[in-house]
């Protein structure tokens, strides 16, 4: 399910629980924030994707 979709961020969930980020373009700083905030990054189909786990505040 999409909660947000614009061209350069894409936010979602999974049907496990799990928050996603997808960044379509570079965003100055967007790598670090996303894992400070507890994102794990992993690479999926060339692209980077920020998996947040369930239950994470």
Same mark, same amino acid.
């Given at each position: 399910?999409?909660?947000?979709? /614009?061209? @350069?961020?894409?936010?979602?969930? #999974?049907?496990? =629980?799990?928050?996603?980020?997808?960044?379509?373009? +570079? /965003?100055? @700083?967007?790598?670090?924030?996303? #894992?400070?905030? =507890?994102f794990r990054a992993r690479?999926?189909?060339? +692209?980077?994707?920020?998996?947040?786990?369930?239950? #994470?505040?």
């Amino acid at each position: 399910m999409s909660l947000l979709d /614009i061209p @350069d961020v894409f936010i979602g969930s #999974t049907d496990d =629980g799990h928050t996603f980020v997808v960044l379509n373009r +570079r /965003i100055r @700083d967007g790598d670090r924030l996303l #894992t400070e905030a =507890g994102f794990r990054a992993r690479e999926h189909l060339g +692209r980077m994707l920020y998996l947040l786990p369930p239950g #994470t505040a």
